[in-house]
């Protein structure tokens, strides 16, 4: 599996848009692996993890071509996470010769329903046909192309039962076991009887928002040091051994430590702190 992470920022990029902090521009003048868009993951170069409204930067920074991509994962509907409107430019006059002009797209209701408010004045007929929308429900593992897909529900949002936000666990066809844990606070009972019930994962992306200013991990989100103890907590039940690759993603400004100052920290417990651009080549051990 290959799995390029194209943007590991939170809601305001690092440095943020509007903002002029001290890690803003501490950021700004470090530059390189400090320069943070907004989060979305690639996988095989066709199953694409949330679509942010740096989607396009994306594909200029990294040469990628979005009309092979066949399914996108949605784990929310935050902007950072669905920009829909770029999806009302896919097919049509706006795009006429794509690898694959058919897009498959699992997400929760909640999103589809913003999709449905925010381009009805703007997508066109051909467009809207080449979407095709499936539904999701937590713990309810469903085929997407050579994909297994089990949509967990994340502790994020509000917690008034009118929200459903997803990290996922994904497994390709070789039985390579990813977990793409965003945006997500510590997780609930059902979760980790889920995870008791896998075997070993092979790459788990966490949620580190808070970067090195430690939280309360039941807030929404997760820091390196909450990280650190929940991936403690899955090395106890077998889900965590020592191949799998564990990573660090998905920072805000207000985390303050720059991409040196995580690794410090994230090193010495065996993480990577994830890039824009970082890409991890997976390959599953043949059975012995």
Same mark, same amino acid.
């Given at each position: 599996?290959?799995?390029?992470?194209?943007?590991?920022?939170?809601?305001?990029?690092?440095?943020?848009?509007?903002?002029?902090?001290?890690?803003?521009?501490?950021?700004?003048?470090?530059?390189?692996?400090?320069?943070?868009?907004?989060?979305?993951?690639?996988?095989?170069?066709?199953?694409?993890?949330?679509?942010?409204?740096?989607?396009?930067?994306?594909?200029?920074?990294?040469?990628?071509?979005?009309?092979?991509?066949?399914?996108?994962?949605?784990?929310?509907?935050?902007?950072?996470?669905?920009?829909?409107?770029?999806?009302?430019?896919?097919?049509?006059?706006?795009?006429?010769?794509?690898?694959?002009?058919?897009?498959?797209?699992?997400?929760?209701?909640?999103?589809?329903?913003?999709?449905?408010?925010?381009?009805? &004045?703007?997508?066109?007929?051909?467009?809207?046909?080449?979407?095709? #929308?499936?539904? *999701?429900? $937590?713990? @309810?593992?469903?085929? +997407?192309?050579?994909?297994?897909?089990?949509?967990?529900?994340?502790?994020?949002?509000?917690?008034?039962?009118?929200?459903?936000?997803?990290?996922?666990?994904?497994?390709?066809?070789?039985?390579?076991?990813?977990?793409?844990?965003?945006?997500?606070?510590?997780?609930?009972?059902?979760?980790?009887?889920?995870?008791?019930?896998?075997?070993?994962?092979?790459?788990?992306?966490? &949620?580190?928002?808070?970067?090195?200013?430690?939280?309360?991990?039941? #807030?929404?989100? *997760?820091? $390196?040091? @909450?990280?650190?103890? +929940?991936?403690?907590?899955?090395?106890?039940?077998?889900?965590?051994?020592?191949?799998?690759?564990?990573?660090?993603?998905?920072?805000?400004?207000?985390?303050?430590?720059?991409?040196?100052?995580?690794?410090?920290?994230?090193?010495?417990?065996?993480?990577?702190?994830?890039?824009?651009?970082?890409?991890?080549?997976?390959?599953?051990?043949?059975?012995?």
């Amino acid at each position: 599996m290959k799995f390029q992470f194209l943007g590991t920022a939170a809601a305001e990029g690092w440095p943020a848009v509007f903002c002029k902090c001290e890690h803003c521009l501490r950021a700004a003048r470090a530059g390189g692996k400090n320069i943070r868009t907004r989060s979305q993951a690639l996988i095989n170069d066709e199953l694409l993890i949330d679509l942010p409204p740096d989607t396009y930067m994306h594909k200029l920074q990294y040469g990628l071509d979005l009309s092979a991509v066949k399914y996108l994962l949605v784990t929310h509907c935050h902007m950072d996470h669905f920009y829909p409107q770029e999806l009302s430019v896919r097919g049509s006059c706006y795009s006429p010769v794509m690898e694959s002009p058919e897009l498959h797209i699992y997400c929760a209701a909640e999103t589809k329903e913003l999709f449905d408010r925010c381009t009805r &004045d703007e997508i066109d007929e051909e467009s809207q046909n080449a979407l095709h #929308w499936h539904i *999701l429900k $937590a713990f @309810e593992t469903v085929q +997407v192309g050579p994909y297994t897909v089990t949509p967990l529900p994340a502790n994020h949002m509000t917690q008034d039962g009118t929200h459903e936000p997803f990290v996922y666990h994904i497994v390709d066809s070789e039985g390579v076991s990813v977990y793409y844990l965003h945006d997500s606070g510590y997780y609930s009972g059902e979760v980790w009887e889920y995870f008791k019930c896998q075997k070993h994962a092979d790459l788990i992306s966490f &949620d580190t928002t808070t970067g090195g200013v430690p939280t309360n991990k039941y #807030w929404g989100h *997760l820091g $390196a040091h @909450e990280v650190l103890e +929940v991936a403690d907590e899955m090395r106890e039940i077998g889900l965590i051994d020592e191949k799998t690759v564990r990573v660090m993603n998905h920072f805000s400004h207000n985390g303050e430590f720059l991409h040196e100052e995580l690794e410090a920290l994230a090193t010495p417990k065996r993480f990577i702190v994830a890039y824009d651009g970082m890409t991890i080549q997976i390959k599953k051990d043949p059975p012995k």
